[in-house]
């Protein structure tokens, strides 16, 4: 048996009125997605329990793969440490550190950061290259032997604080894609421990106003990134074996740190897959090949991530929103069947959103999402007609904690 998990990041939605009342979902083109539930399992699953907040990608997709974030869970930027090379110490906090717009940074330089505004959490989704310049150089003029600046990918960063006792490590922050057009005043770092980070915070901001790679993306109409933005922290966490867990033998395929980071965690084969970006223009077709390639090497499992949905919502992208869909549906879904219709290979697919990115709000929720599971040798007798939100609810199936999907999926 062939296990795919389909991870459509932010896929699930509420109503839109542009797009005639309906989610992303159900106006989306996905005929193999919607083949499949009808002969499939479908339902809700809450993903991230109400007490665990703000409701992000890491606790979500940790609960996907079936480990229980409330005994797992230590932060999201250790899990992106480990994914980008970094070594932790036990004592030691990873912090993410976004490149960001906020509004005024280059204008108006005598105002208060504070004052500053929101403006775009990924400084126009700045590139990789332009990024770890950056980086670099703020590492160069701000890192100490107590805190290291290592660069990602995009505007996706992490900051090392080296030996934080336990007493000092109680530090509270914001997202920055919960706060887009927002004043920045209100959402500062908070705790112990946090005056040396909201110093660099602003520090960055004068370091980065005049750098050559901001005034290039200037010329070229993009936005400059203009400072960093800290949060997401946590220390280095601890997994046990997810092929001893399960008895298979597992990959991860993802374009983002955080899900890479998971796969290595939890001791799974994680590629790196040259064209993938997180973003609506990855390299679907390479996703696909990837997993069509570890199944033909005698792996079992793939747990396929694919962000794009997620960054479509945050950016309040409506007609990018529902063609990513598509395109997972198409490009990535539909060229996997093909693989397994070729080989004879028995197969159980999950499809499934880590958690809701709405458009109208965008930012992540606690909403329960829509799973579907379908297996080849075991058609479900359900009559759906196709795979959204609210066929799922519907259909009268709930699974209230989302680490326990991953057992059911691959069999009790």
């Known amino acids: 048996m062939k296990y795919l998990v389909l991870l459509g990041d932010g896929m699930a939605d509420y109503p839109v009125q542009e797009l005639d009342g309906l989610t992303p979902l159900q106006k989306a083109h996905k005929p193999n997605m919607d083949r499949l ?3 499939a399992e479908i339902g809700l699953v809450k993903t991230v329990p109400d007490h665990l907040d703000p409701p992000g ?6 609960s996907v793969l079936g480990y229980d974030p409330d005994v797992y869970y230590t932060g999201r930027s250790p899990l992106e440490a480990v994914s980008m090379g970094v070594e932790l110490d036990d004592d030691d906090i990873a912090v993410r550190c976004n490149l960001v717009t906020l509004s005024g940074s280059r204008e108006h330089q005598d105002s208060e950061y504070e004052d500053s505004v929101m403006t775009d959490y990924s400084s126009d989704e700045i590139t990789t290259k332009e990024s770890s310049e ?12 107590d805190i290291r600046f290592y660069p990602g990918i995009s505007y996706r960063h992490c900051v090392v604080l080296k030996h934080v006792p336990d007493a000092e490590a109680d530090m509270h922050f914001t997202p920055p894609h919960d706060i887009t057009g927002r004043c920045i005043r209100r959402y500062m770092p908070e705790g112990r421990n946090v005056g040396r980070l909201t110093d660099i915070m602003k520090k960055s901001r004068e370091l980065l106003k005049d750098h050559p790679v901001n005034r290039e993306r200037v010329k070229k109409g993009l936005r400059p990134a203009t400072s960093v933005w800290l949060w997401g922290q946590g220390r280095r966490p601890s997994f046990d074996s997810f092929e001893k867990r399960y008895d298979v033998k597992g990959a991860v395929i993802s374009a983002v740190d955080l899900v890479k980071g998971l796969g290595i965690c939890a001791g799974l084969y994680v590629p790196d897959i040259e064209g993938a970006t997180g973003n609506i223009d990855t390299d679907y077709e390479g996703k696909a090949d990837a997993a069509i390639e570890f199944y033909r090497k005698g792996g079992d499992f793939v747990y396929l991530h694919v962000e794009a949905p997620d960054e479509c919502g945050h950016r309040h992208e409506i007609q990018n929103k529902v063609r990513s869909i598509e395109n997972i549906d198409e ?10 219709k070729e080989s004879g290979e028995d197969h159980r697919i999950l499809v499934m959103p880590d958690h809701p990115t709405p458009l109208s709000i965008m930012t992540h929720t606690h909403d329960p999402v829509p799973y579907m599971i379908y297996d080849s040798t075991k058609p479900f007798a359900g009559g759906n007609k196709g795979y959204d939100e609210q066929c799922a609810a519907a259909s009268g199936i ?6 326990r999907l991953m057992r059911h999926f691959i069999g009790e």
């Not at 990608?57 to 940790?62: E, L, Q, W």
């Not at 490009?331 to 397994?340: H, K, Q």
């Open 37 to 39: 539930a009808q002969n």
């Open 134 to 145: 950056l980086i670099r150089y703020i590492d160069e003029k701000l890192g100490t032997p």
């Open 57 to 62: 990608s890491d606790i979500a997709n940790m």
């Open 398 to 403: 709930y699974e209230p904690m989302g680490h």
């Open 331 to 340: 490009r990535i879904l539909g060229r996997i069947l093909a693989y397994f």
